[in-house]
């Protein structure tokens, strides 16, 4: 019989994007479009963001003149800019304003149409007013996310851009944009121990005691750019699911990601191998470096040989450890599963002792000559 470990199939991970806002065009109509441009590196899993899977992703922008450097002339507010026959568009067409430098500031988290207020707030202040930060420098105003959660209930790729363009005329190139992965994301590799006759069954994994909220703050030219304020929002233990069975983190009408429906078997090894393996789903959480061995993974396992059920379904534990996640990496955790993770024995067996022969006494016997 080949040797089997099995991942049971994942309920979709939440794909959420963000509001936009609309914004009053100040710039002539007869200068040349502002155009956008992205590159995303590309990723593995079917909700990563990169240059195939991004189909829309939101601007904030402004301008300053040479004359003025401190005031900025807002040009989008949150814009929305989606991904049409191929070509990015936007619906408040702006226009170059020669001699202007332009600051952009783009994020993306996925492509459904609003960020739920719950799951954090974009913001970045463009504002001319005297107690809201007329004269600030202009590469010295931060796009700012605060409250950003990200654990079971909320789960998708989020990645980020800025760019600085001098509009030297009013024809400039479109503005290219290339996004990073502002979160980490995690994955767990099973191994199994058994031999090759069993099936090892694992399900409901997850990575518990995280910081799932903080807030991130990016301003042109700033070395302290990135996360802060990490914390633990709710009282307990928040977690996320690796592997996502339970259906968590999917709201509802959201599209599913069909790249985990199509089977419930992950990997299957032949005979000829030693061990098996499967990979989990990947699960995103805020970069953060640990301090204490306060974080774990948790995960359901069962083990079969054949039709029968050898060990009933049981809920195990990895031992505490303090990681550090840093924004943009991928973390994989490996995790072998044998039977003394079980405490099971092997059925073994040993000779006490052979016993004497009895002593069933002598008897003569004659030949018989007939």
């Not at 002539?28 to 990723?43: G, M, P, T, W, Y």
């Not at 499967?278 to 306060?294: G, L, Q």
Request: hydrophobic share 35%.
């Amino acid at each position: 019989m080949a040797k089997r470990l099995f991942l049971l199939a994942a309920g979709a991970i939440a794909l959420t994007a963000c509001t936009s806002e609309e914004v009053i065009d100040d710039a002539a109509a007869s200068r040349n479009v502002i155009k956008f441009e992205n590159a995303v590196d590309k990723l593995s899993r079917a909700s990563d963001l990169n240059n195939g899977t991004l189909g829309k992703f939101n601007v904030y922008g402004f301008y300053t003149m040479p004359d003025n450097p401190n005031h900025a002339n807002e040009v989008f507010n949150n814009e929305a800019v989606t991904k049409v026959g191929g070509q990015w568009t936007y619906g408040n067409t702006r226009y170059w304003v020669p001699n202007a430098t332009y600051y952009f500031y783009a994020y993306s988290c996925g492509s459904v149409s609003e960020l739920n207020s719950a799951y954090g707030k974009f913001s970045l202040d463009t504002s001319n007013d005297a107690n809201d930060g007329e004269g600030l420098p202009a590469n010295e105003r931060t796009l700012e996310i605060d409250n950003y959660l990200s654990d079971y209930t909320h789960q998708h790729d989020l990645v980020f851009a800025s760019n600085t363009v001098k509009a030297e005329t009013a024809t400039n190139s479109p503005v290219s944009f290339q996004f990073k992965h502002i979160l980490s994301k995690l994955q767990a590799k099973f191994t199994s121990k058994f031999p090759k006759e069993y099936t090892v069954v694992i399900s409901n994994v997850s990575v518990g005691n995280i910081r799932n909220i903080g807030d991130y703050d990016f301003s042109i030219n700033n070395s302290n750019n990135g996360w802060k304020n990490q914390d633990r929002n709710i009282a307990g233990d928040p977690y996320v699911y690796l592997l996502n069975t339970k259906g968590e983190g999917l709201a509802e009408g959201e599209p599913k990601d069909t790249e985990l429906e199509v089977k419930n078997e992950i990997v299957t090894v032949n005979d000829t191998e030693v061990q098996a393996y499967a990979a989990s789903n990947t699960a995103y959480v805020i970069p953060y470096k640990y301090e204490y061995d306060d974080v774990y993974i948790t995960f359901d396992v069962k083990v079969m040989y054949g039709k029968d059920q050898v060990y009933p379904l049981t809920t195990l534990t990895t031992t505490t450890f303090a990681p550090e996640w840093n924004e943009g990496f991928a973390y994989l955790y490996n995790i072998a599963i044998g039977p003394e993770d079980l405490q099971l024995k092997k059925i073994s067996f040993t000779v006490s002792e052979i016993g004497e022969w009895g002593k069933g006494g002598s008897e003569d016997l004659n030949i018989n000559n007939n």
